[in-house]
Nanobody, 126 residues
């Protein structure tokens, strides 16, 4: 029902910033909770941030809360991840995910999401 396409990844030096975008297609996008996950080479996929369908509730991993911000623009059917003060440890493939919303909550586990984008590579150099 929903198709997701990430963009905005690339190569950046430590301390720099990137803004990832996830463009969604589908007539029910406005009622989907969204999230960003990332997966470093050889590691498990982990949550970065999540946002409820209406944008009022968000969740961040504590270690990233000060540097990353998730937001969405319903008019453009797009969710964003603003990443500041990037570190080499942030290097990973970043994935956008979506799931139909039941309430104004932001699910925090990968098992709760059933639509995924192809991912966009973020590489941070020292």
């Amino acid at each position: 029902q929903v198709q997701l396409v990430e963009s905005g990844g690339g190569l950046v030096q430590a301390g720099g910033s990137l803004r990832l975008s996830c463009a969604a297609s589908g007539r029910t996008f406005s009622s989907y909770a969204m999230a960003w996950f990332r997966q470093a080479s050889g590691k498990e996929r982990e949550l970065v941030a999540a946002i409820s369908w209406d944008g009022f509730n968000t969740y961040y991993v504590d270690s990233l809360k000060a540097r990353f911000t998730i937001s969405r623009n319903h008019a453009k059917d797009t969710v964003y991840l603003q990443m500041n003060s990037l570190e080499p440890e942030d290097t990973a493939v970043y994935y956008c995910a979506a799931r139909a919303a039941i309430a104004s909550v932001a699910p925090t586990t990968s098992y709760e999401y059933n639509y995924w984008g192809q991912g966009t590579q973020v590489t941070v150099t020292s």
